[in-house]
């Protein structure tokens, strides 16, 4: 199969397809716990799908496109999957109602029961019961009511579900067509410090002044600001990367070297002060990335990717469990200063990574204050309780142990136990248990499609993610200039580590933070930037081939 | 034609391909489906970019030497592009490896997880909820019977019913507290979350399944016992000999199911230490067994071959002095109730004090503890071992050995190692001292031994459906019918101390044997209403030598009655052990739990357990005729 456009679209038209059928898996699974789901959502969705998948003919008719179609494919790919989950979980009634939900949790239960009622009991049985008598049959789903979905055509339609991906194809769109212009990319090119300056501003603003997006919901507006950030390290470490070569007694020159940490810390301050770690998580891995394939002196990758090991190194050290620090001699006082350093919040995300199932001491500064409260709320039920801690330190490690499960480990647990129930092939789409996981619909979706498809749900996302990667470098190899090839290559490693930084913290290789997975989580703003992103490389392609071609040698140059 | 098409449309429906009449195989089919096609298009994709994968090579190089191509278009900078690629690969594979131990490895390799996986995953929860138990059913095996089913209620949910929710409490447990019957008898459903594979594979056309148990509990007996026991602290066991069978269990105080199903009344329930009533005392609480542990004593002389052993009865102040120093050991109410030379038979009627305590020790230690392990009761070196044995699940004959550990008594001890002292010995011989580890059941137990016709002890039972095992060959027929003989002079003699039981049972022509027992305990707490101990303030010397004023809980002396039977003499179909906390100190065991015994009995004749006496019967079921 040759990478051409009428193959990609073959493969384009199969994915609606497949997603087709992932959608009716979903509907079914739905009747079976006795809820219905929506078919404008899944028209919706399939329609999406089909727009995506003509795009590459309209792109190739009037933008005359003829860079490389894996890349979107493999967006597409993903995109698809994440429709399928989100299918999935939004239409059911436990997962999106909030006063209901243990409502639709006892219909789907009494569903179940009666099935089982229905296939198995004797009729004597089902009278004492206090069910009409009938023989034990198969269920049959055709005569059952199950709940009905109560939506609108507008209502689908309007909603932001359809709006922001069709907005995201049209940025996507708008960007292939901005970036292929060389005036524009020059002009980039030469005001990446202005445009970073621009970004910073109303970013550093918003940072300060509020929550920002955590008052609009669960949005993160930032998110686009990714781009601007990217595009001025790029242009300035384009320019210095030369510079940084020429050393004196083994050190680069100041002037060389003060711009680009200025640069590079920018990004720094608002994420900080937002403590959106896993987007500094991201941005220092796309820089290190970037520096390390400009720069050219060993020794100078050399310092940056040891210090950076040794950064981790200290942090992973300082909050490595107390058992497995004893373990090792000289580690606990190694420990101490770092874990007097390291803010709450970093300690107890550590904690959750290094040591979640394992419950903090009710003493602990980041956990007292949880503890505390839901400890006031188990008294308040019942007052005794308060003596029966005292007398018995049993009870108290056992109230610990259910306010770390029930508060803040609940997420991260119920998803491990998600990933472990998936197995192999998965528990079938609408037949897990994914509602049980808090807003897995965006950061926690691996952990949702881990339960549902399994093992090969997760491969199906990380092939599709290294497929991505790879045409995203191979772009950047084609690049002719030091700026394109820094800029394919920051935006290729934004997606991947941004999905790698997302899966690692639902399988516990990375602290869980709460960022989004690429192309495949529901979300706003995160959605746009991907597409945009997909789209700035996928100009780059385009200009690498017109560039190819353009200096193809004249016919007498070979002899083939 | 349009027909016909609609028809073969019809036909491709993915319910008529996976489906089968597993609903679940249709999503299963279609997942597979869908993954399988979606890996395939991963490929084709990997397969179109394989092609691009290689740096074009332009014409003109196609002429150079290959160092030249090389140098050409191999820069420094793609190099590393290259490197992080790798790089890149290798970090994905490593997260998905994490993937791959969550779903393979970690609840072999890592044990909190394996914890915190049982213990709070909400999807076995749901699966547990969503999948019905089985019905349990009393002895009689009618669905009327229930103790407990399901039953819709008025807003429509599927709840589950215990008829019984307070008289059965402590045997089918709570949901949150210890396991009791209702969460370990079920049979499991083997696999409650399978995957999609597995679906498709292995789950084939259901057959309509039965998970219903029954159980020897007889309903009517256990609502009877419990009836009897109202306002009084303490448990009653009936016990079927012949078989094992358990015909009633009960503990008063006792709980409300529905009330401890709610964590907050579940934590109340727990919280109430004045009258503890999630314990369960016919299992989980030790007695003293006063006078009723001389049968056991008894037991052992048989087994010694001394039955026929004649002892001396003592006057007061002198009475049994084991060794020289020692407190005489006296019958109650000081001096002696069988005096001068006195046989096996009248020691037992009276129940003497002084026969018992000097026949532990004639007959020794190591005879006592050989009997001691025969009838499922340990025997210790020391005082101090016996207060660590735990649970004995072992004693039980079940299916399962969840179900024995849901319902496993604590371990009933006595002590006979080469330290202790004579004195202390001959008073565990009569029930008191170190005896004083005894659980009801395992006092129904002593008396089911003799009441066997073969004397054999039988291994409880709860399940209805497995066949009776045996526990031990205790004692032989010939010596288990004198034994009976003799038990039954405390109950059909006058004179005897339980003669109260004949009165009772007065023109039904069932005979008895038994034993009564009175125990008293030192030091137990006081509690107040709210729960709290009762204290009182003490002077009290501190290490300095000082007399300082402290704080100790206030206690006193508590006398609880006992009482043993075994009905109908001739083939008991019944032993049963009644014990009743806090009698006070003019109350007897003779006059507070033999009653209830005789209640007991007479309850069950009238529900036919007892058997027409005139017929021979199967020993396995009693006959289910209403006696006369």
């Not at chain 1, 009938?134 to 579900?161: C, H, Q």
Request: hydrophobic share 40%; proline share 6%.
């Amino acid at each position: 199969m040759k990478s051409r456009a009428s193959s990609h679209f073959l493969i384009l038209i199969l994915i609606v397809l497949l997603t087709a059928i992932s959608h009716y898996a979903v509907y079914y699974g739905a009747l079976i716990r006795g809820y219905e789901t929506s078919f404008l959502t899944a028209s919706r969705n399939i329609g999406l799908l089909t727009v995506l998948a003509f795009l590459p003919v309209i792109l190739a008719r009037v933008f005359r496109f003829q860079g490389n179609w894996t890349l979107f494919t493999a967006s597409v790919l993903l995109f698809s999957i994440g429709l399928t989950v989100q299918y999935r979980l939004f239409s059911d009634p436990e997962y999106v109602s909030k006063e209901k939900k243990s409502e639709a949790r006892q219909a789907k239960i009494k569903t179940a029961q009666l099935h089982y009622i229905q296939e198995n009991y004797s009729p004597e049985k089902k009278q004492m019961i206090g069910l009409p008598p009938t023989e034990p049959a198969p269920v049959d789903l055709s005569k059952e009511t199950p709940r009905p979905v109560n939506d609108t055509f507008f209502g689908v339609m309007f909603s932001g579900r359809t709006l922001i991906p069709l907005f995201a194809i049209f940025c996507m769109v708008g960007v292939i067509w901005l970036m292929k212009r060389d005036d524009f990319l020059k002009l980039l090119q030469n005001n990446g410090f202005l445009l970073v300056l621009l970004t910073l501003v109303p970013l550093l603003l918003a940072a300060v002044t509020s929550k920002a997006g955590k008052s609009i919901g669960n949005m993160t507006p930032w998110e686009p600001a990714k781009i601007p950030f990217l595009i001025g390290f790029a242009a300035i470490l384009a320019i210095l990367y030369k510079n940084l070569a020429r050393t004196y007694w083994g050190v680069p020159r100041a002037k060389d070297v003060l711009p680009l940490l200025v640069m590079a810390m920018m990004p720094f301050f608002p994420f900080f002060v937002l403590k959106d770690f896993g987007q500094m998580m991201v941005f220092s891995s796309v820089y290190i990335t970037l520096f390390v394939i400009a720069v050219r002196r060993f020794s100078q990758r050399f310092v940056l990717i040891g210090s950076v090991v040794f950064l981790v190194g200290i942090l992973v050290v300082g909050s490595l469990p107390v058992t497995t620090q004893e373990k090792i001699p000289l580690l606990p006082t190694l420990a101490k200063p770092v874990k007097a350093i390291l803010p709450d919040r970093i300690q107890q995300r550590f904690h959750l990574w290094l040591d979640g199932f394992n419950p903090p001491s009710p003493e602990t500064d980041w956990w007292k204050d949880d503890y505390e409260s839901h400890y006031q709320k188990m008294v308040k039920k019942d007052p005794g309780l308060e003596q029966l801690a005292k007398d018995d330190p049993n009870t108290q490690k056992q109230i610990n142990i259910d306010a770390w499960f029930d508060v803040l480990a609940f997420q991260p647990a119920q998803a491990t136990f998600g990933l472990h129930s998936g197995g192999t092939t998965g528990r079938g789409l609408g037949l897990g248990y994914v509602e049980l996981i808090p807003v897995s619909d965006s950061d926690y979706i691996y952990a949702a499609l881990g339960e549902e498809l399994g093992l090969f749900g997760g491969l199906l996302i990380i092939l599709a993610l290294l497929v991505f990667v790879s045409a995203g470098v191979r772009t950047a190899l084609d690049s002719r200039d030091m700026f394109s090839k820094l800029c394919c290559a920051g935006l290729t490693a934004f997606i991947g580590f941004q999905a790698l930084v997302n899966m690692g913290g639902i399988t516990r290789a990375l602290p869980m933070t709460g960022i989004t997975l690429p192309f495949v989580s529901h979300g706003g703003f995160s959605l746009i930037t991907s597409f945009v992103m997909l789209g700035m490389l996928m100009a780059f392609s385009h200009r690498n081939a017109v560039d190819r071609l353009a200096e193809q040698p004249p016919e007498g140059f070979s002899n083939t | 034609m349009i027909l016909l098409f609609l028809l073969q449309l019809e036909k491709l429906r993915p319910e008529n391909i996976f489906g089968g009449q597993v609903l679940e195989r249709t999503p299963a089919g279609l997942t597979i489906v869908y993954l399988i096609g979606m890996l395939v298009l991963i490929w084709f994709l990997i397969m179109s970019f394989y092609g691009n994968f290689r740096r074009p090579k332009f014409n003109f190089e196609q002429n150079l030497p290959r160092e030249v191509v090389k140098k050409l278009t191999s820069t420094l900078t793609n190099r590393s592009l290259r490197i992080w690629q790798i790089v890149f690969v290798l970090l994905a594979f490593t997260v998905y490896g994490f993937h791959v131990y969550w779903t393979y490895y970690a609840t072999d390799a890592n044990e909190q997880f394996q914890f915190v996986l049982n213990y709070k995953d909400m999807r076995s929860r749901r699966t547990s909820a969503s999948n019905l138990r089985g019905w349990m059913l009393d002895r009689s095996g009618k669905l009327q019977n229930s103790l407990a089913y399901y039953k819709v209620d008025k807003d429509g949910t599927i709840d589950r019913t215990f008829p019984l929710e307070r008289e059965m409490a402590h045997l089918l447990g709570t949901e949150l507290g210890t396991p009791g019957l209702e969460r370990t008898i079920y049979q499991k459903i083997e696999d409650p979350m399978p995957e999609s594979w597995e679906i498709l594979t292995k789950y084939k056309k259901p057959e309509p399944e039965n998970r219903d148990v029954r159980i020897t509990i007889d309903r009517e007996l256990q609502a009877y016992a419990a009836k009897r026991l109202e306002g009084k602290i303490g448990g009653i066991v009936v016990i079927n000999p012949q078989t094992g069978d358990v015909l009633a269990m009960y503990s008063n105080p006792t709980y409300s199911l529905n009330e401890a199903g709610s964590l907050e009344g579940h934590l109340k329930l727990k919280a109430n230490l004045r009258d503890q009533p999630l314990l369960n005392r016919a299992t989980r609480q030790f007695y003293i067994p006063g006078s009723t542990f001389k049968t056991f004593t008894m037991i052992s002389a048989f087994r010694a071959g001394r039955q026929d052993i004649i002892l001396q009865g003592k006057g007061s102040p002198e009475c049994y002095t084991p060794s020289r120093g020692a407190r005489p050991i006296c019958d109650a109410g000081g001096g002696c109730h069988a005096c001068g030379d006195v046989g096996m038979k009248e020691a037992f009627k009276v129940s003497s004090n002084q026969f018992f305590s000097q026949l532990a020790n004639e007959l020794g230690r190591e005879r006592m503890g050989e009997t001691a392990n025969s009838l499922g009761i340990t025997a210790t070196e020391t005082p101090k071992e016996a207060l660590t044995q735990g649970f004995y699940p072992g004693i039980w004959n079940t299916s399962n050995p969840r179900i024995a550990n849901a319902i496993s008594p604590a371990r009933s001890t006595i002590v006979n190692g080469k330290d202790l002292s004579l004195h202390d010995f001959a008073l565990e011989g009569m029930g008191q001292g170190l005896a004083g580890q005894m659980t009801p059941l395992q006092m129904a137990l002593i008396a089911s031994a003799p009441a066997n016709m073969e004397g054999k002890l039988m291994k409880p039972k709860i399940e209805y459906d497995i066949p009776p095992q045996m526990y031990s060959q205790v004692l032989t027929a010939e010596q288990a019918a004198v034994i009976r003989d003799i038990m039954s002079t405390v109950t059909e003699e006058s004179g005897g101390t339980g003669g109260i039981v004949r009165a009772k049972l007065l023109g039904t022509g069932i005979q008895t044997g038994g034993k009564t027992g009175t125990a008293d305990k030192e030091g137990v707490v006081v509690y107040n209403k709210d729960g709290t101990k009762k204290m009182k303030k003490v002077k009290q010397k501190n290490e300095n030598g000082e007399w300082v004023e402290v704080e100790v809980p206030e206690t006193y002396k508590r006398w609880d009655g006992w009482f043993l039977a075994i009905a109908p003499l001739e083939n008991p179909q019944l032993a049963i052990a009644v014990v009743i906390e806090d009698i006070g100190g003019s109350g007897y065991g003779g006059t507070t739990a033999a009653p209830i015994a005789a209640d007991m009995i007479l309850k069950a004749r009238e529900l036919g357990l007892l058997g027409d006496k005139y017929k021979p019967q199967t020993q396995e079921k009693p006959a289910k005729k209403k006696g006369k």
